[in-house]
């Protein structure tokens, strides 16, 4: 469970709650526009130590098949789980 | 079992915010919610985390969430934990994430108030040392030396003059049921505190350095590391107080160098051997007094 | 019902303790502060099950009962003067959030000078704050006011919060006789506090949250609109208030003799009382005089007034507050509603009771003489001979 | 309308008497009205204070104090002066806790501190002189005021207070009598 993309964007009078009470975890845009530079996960190197799952800020590492994947849509590209993977499992690449 | 990466609840309660890359305030929120998980009612004042987190239609607390007053953060925690309880509903936790200035000095009142009426709920101070949701401001937990944009550094004064407001002591002064210090850079601890607290009744006050990279000069995938480098060169430490009594956690074998520390962050940039040293001279004798007061 | 002796205070707390609102939070303060004594003794003796919070500040009062509100339960709280301003912030926070929880307010005089006497700039510097604001002239009005407060700011049309407001000492303090409902009346009328606008674990909600420039006005309109329902659901509270207890108010406005009337004070609070009394007396002598009591300011009663009035030769609106620089602000909105209504006839201010200070009935007598001469002024009264004519 | 006057020292309980006295008509058996409250501000121990009881058979709308009274009593005669007799309307009287007398037909007085000394053990008058006064207004009866009693006081307190009344109001009687 995590809040996720709708498609419903709220943008009129009628659409608005009548109260400051919305559906919690409601997301309407991406972040992937914010990157730079981009983590490539080399599932070779990768052991599952989830360091990289747990100290990510926004969340985006999710655990796959022992090892973790990267939610792009929402990632910043910090680059904190490059600097505190141990394996060198994680390369930081321009993004195009 | 005891929590770590691999036992902590995979669901994710803190998503698609607009914090900066690298934000560690918003480390310690994602975290400290996936430890106390979907029966938490996260309560935030104005400040960075709420700001990057209700923006409607862009709702990102897949738990129950408010935003509070600045000052309030405490109080409103308050009337959630009471009025749930009137309502003859249990099993939750009331959970409180401010900042710096939100705790230290807009919101230490209410607090106070809270924590003197035990009122049982979780605070978690982010303490990134500075006011950085308006632009990075001194508030009282900005530490000695640092460059801030009421405090700048120039030739006359260098940075922030006064050291930082102690408020884990403060906090264990009331007699609090239990009160810890933290740092994302030790996110283990952390977990385990969250944890511990998260089962102990009455109020419970968790204080997180969590780093700033755009407060405090650092590239955005240094703020783990610099905010373990500050444990490790003891300018911050990991303790607990409960039961009346100090303990402290985790004591470096032999501090890591303190400007080395300090050069890596551009708020301390401009700061002379002579203020170094002065900040190892306060580090040293806050050590002499956790050696001498703490349980270790 | 069982007939008390009861200061305005204690009327309001027994019809708070009718309401069984399930959190209190409590900050004393004169003379506001026999309500929160009373409730914690109510709270005691097992009379009112409430969470009764002794909270550090008024700022922590309004903003505990609005994370009490914040998960459906029903909230009250208490202040006045000082402690009203100190919770501004919440004020607008609490209206905004549309937490219908009700507070009252005593009434008293702000700093500087200090002076811990009853009038009315402090509520009324709060007009603007999004709450409900209604005035009671005596303690079973306070007291049927403070029941069917929470019906009104409760009902889903309108949630709002809602102020009552009693001037300090004059009527929080003094005693008088007042019908006292049963618990089985008080239930009968007023329903149990449903909401979605509430923190909720079956279906997480986030609240309180930002809108940014896109979306704003439509939230703040949104509100706009909740107070003005609430003129049909005050209507509705009172209609089911007089099946069931067999008092029937007047919606926004009470007149008094103001059907055939030359000259018409308008005023509010406690001092309509007294105007009553000297409307009756001038009217024994053939004066053609009435009163029109503003029971509520916010919503404010725009066609009441225009109503009231439009076949009045003149009136004049007696207030305890001053907006500085220019003149009462309760008369400057009762401008407003002749004007749109298209009345025009002299309408006069009477500033008065700053800081406690006695009206007696003289004074009102006098203000309905000067009506006669149709003039139109703004005038502090019983100031004394050395004020400069404005 | 019938005013009276209260005066008293802060911890007297003048206020009380002001409000039993209110109580005791409101509730009384017909259309009754009353209004009690004290003059306004922070209370303070030893200082003078004033209370103020109106009585009406319809509703009261005038909250003003009472500046010229039908009943000025004093609980206290060292709150007394001559300046009490500019208080009172014409036809007024003044009803004063003192053992000295005094010679003028608009004062009735009554050692009150006596029957507080036996009955009470305590020197406190406000219930005797709403005792007194119950034996020189008409509109109320020692019964209304013992109801008050019984209904405002705390419990332990209600019958020496009942007591000390209905022996103020005997010996009030007695003085009005002669």
């Known amino acids: 469970m995590k809040p996720y993309l709708r498609e419903k964007v709220p943008s009129t009078l009628k659409d608005i709650p009548d109260s400051t009470a919305y559906e919690a975890g409601y997301l309407v845009t991406k972040n992937a526009g914010w990157r730079n530079v981009c983590p490539v996960i080399d599932s070779e190197k990768c052991v599952g130590c989830l360091q990289c799952y747990l100290h990510c800020p926004d969340g985006v590492i999710y655990k796959k098949d022992g090892k973790v994947d990267i939610d792009y849509d929402f990632c910043k590209g910090c680059g904190i789980c490059k600097k505190i993977c141990k394996f060198g499992a994680i390369e930081m690449e321009v993004e195009k | 079992m005891s929590i770590n990466a691999r036992t902590l609840n995979e669901d994710e309660f803190f998503y698609g915010h607009k914090a900066c890359a690298g934000c560690g305030g918003s480390l310690a929120v994602r975290i400290a919610l996936k430890v106390l998980g979907e029966r938490s009612v996260a309560v935030l004042p104005a400040g960075c985390m709420s700001a990057v987190g209700f923006n409607f239609p862009q709702l990102c607390f897949g738990n129950n969430a408010i935003i509070s007053t600045f000052a309030g953060t405490a109080s409103m925690l308050t009337g959630i934990e009471a009025g749930l309880r009137a309502q003859g509903i249990d099993n939750f936790q009331a959970v409180g994430f401010a900042g710096d200035g939100g705790t230290a000095d807009i919101g230490i009142q209410s607090l106070s108030g809270a924590i003197d009426r035990n009122d049982d709920i979780l605070y978690i101070c982010y303490d990134n040392e500075a006011y950085m949701n308006t632009g990075i401001q001194k508030s009282s937990l900005t530490p000695f030396g640092a460059k801030t944009t009421t405090t700048p550094a120039g030739k006359n004064i260098r940075g922030n003059l006064r050291p930082k407001k102690n408020m884990f002591e403060i906090v264990a002064a009331h007699g609090i049921p239990y009160a810890a210090t933290a740092s994302i850079g030790y996110l283990d601890d952390f977990m385990k505190k969250v944890e511990k607290a998260s089962k102990i009744k009455g109020t419970k006050y968790i204080h997180i350095i969590a780093p700033c990279p755009t407060g405090w000069g650092t590239a955005t995938d240094e703020t783990v590391s610099i905010a373990k480098e500050g444990v490790d060169c003891g300018l911050w430490y990991l303790a607990e107080y409960e039961n009346g009594e100090f303990k402290l956690n985790h004591k470096p074998k032999e501090f890591t160098d303190v400007a080395e520390y300090l050069k890596k962050q551009s708020r301390f940039r401009h700061l002379n051997d002579d203020d170094v040293e002065t900040i190892i001279q306060s580090r040293d004798s806050k050590w002499d007094f956790i050696n001498k007061n703490f349980n270790i | ?390 | 309308m019938t005013e009276i006057l209260w005066h008293g020292r802060g911890g007297q309980g003048a206020f009380t008497a002001a409000k039993l006295l209110g109580a005791a008509y409101a509730l009384k058996e017909g259309e009754n009205y009353a209004l009690a409250f004290p003059s306004f501000g922070p209370e303070r121990r030893g200082a003078p204070i004033r209370a103020f009881t109106k009585l009406e058979n319809k509703p009261i709308g005038n909250r003003s104090e009472v500046t010229k009274a039908d009943y000025s009593i004093f609980l206290d005669d060292t709150l007394f002066s001559d300046e009490a007799f500019e208080e009172i309307k014409d036809g007024g009287k003044i009803l004063l806790n003192t053992k000295s007398s005094i010679d003028d037909e608009r004062v009735i007085t009554i050692d009150g501190d006596a029957i507080a000394t036996e009955i009470l053990k305590l020197p406190i008058t406000n219930t005797i002189m709403l005792g007194a006064f119950a034996a020189v207004f008409e509109g109320i009866s020692l019964e209304n005021i013992a109801e008050s009693i019984r209904q405002y006081m705390p419990a332990k307190l209600r019958e020496k207070n009942i007591a000390a009344a209905e022996a103020a109001a005997d010996s009030v009687a007695e003085e009005v009598g002669e």
């Open chain 3, 1 to 390: 019902m069982a007939k008390q002796f009861l200061s305005g205070n204690e009327a309001f707390a027994y019809g708070i303790r009718l309401a069984k609102p399930q959190v209190i939070s409590a900050y004393p303060i004169t003379p506001q502060t026999i309500v929160v004594e009373k409730l914690s003794e109510m709270v005691e003796d097992g009379s009112l099950n409430a969470e009764f919070i002794h909270v550090e500040s008024e700022h922590s009062a309004l903003s505990c009962a609005m994370g009490a509100s914040s998960v459906g339960a029903r909230a009250f709280t208490a202040t006045s003067s000082q402690g009203l301003l100190y919770m501004a912030e919440c004020l607008l926070y609490t209206s905004g959030g549309r937490f219908p929880i009700v507070m009252m307010n005593a009434c008293r005089s702000t700093a500087l000078p200090w002076n811990i006497y009853g009038d009315q700039r402090d509520s009324i510097s709060q007009l603007d704050s999004g709450w409900i604001q209604a005035y009671a002239e005596n303690a079973q009005e306070a007291l049927d006011m403070a029941l069917m407060s929470y019906y009104i700011a409760e009902h889903k049309d309108v949630a709002t919060p809602f102020m009552a407001n009693l001037d300090g000492f004059v009527l929080t303090h003094t005693y008088e006789v007042v019908d006292v409902p049963t618990n089985e009346q008080a239930d009968a009328f007023l329903p149990k506090y449903e909401t979605d606008n509430k923190l909720d674990f079956d279906a997480p909600k986030n609240l309180a949250f930002t809108a940014g420039p896109a979306l704003n006005t439509e939230f703040k309109y949104k509100e706009h609109i909740g107070m003005l329902n609430a003129k049909k659901v005050i209507d509705e509270a009172e209609q089911k208030f007089a099946e069931i207890f067999g008092r029937q108010y007047t919606g926004l406005v009470e007149e008094y003799r103001t059907e055939d009337a030359d000259y018409i004070l308008i005023t509010l609070g406690s001092i309509a009382g007294l105007v009553k009394e000297t409307v009756d007396k001038l009217r024994d002598q053939g004066k053609k005089v009435g009163l029109l009591k503003l029971r509520y300011i916010r919503p404010f009663p725009n066609e009441e007034i225009a109503n009231a009035v439009k076949n009045a030769r003149a009136v004049a609106v007696l207030e305890k507050d001053i907006s500085f620089g220019n003149e009462g602000t309760v008369y400057t909105n009762v401008n407003s509603a002749l004007h749109k209504a298209n009345i025009s006839i002299p309408a006069s201010n009477y500033i008065g009771g700053l800081g406690g200070r006695d009206i007696p009935a003289d004074e009102i007598e006098t203000i309905f003489e000067e009506l006669e001469k149709e003039q139109t002024k703004v005038q502090f009264i019983g100031i004394g001979g050395d004020a400069d004519e404005h």
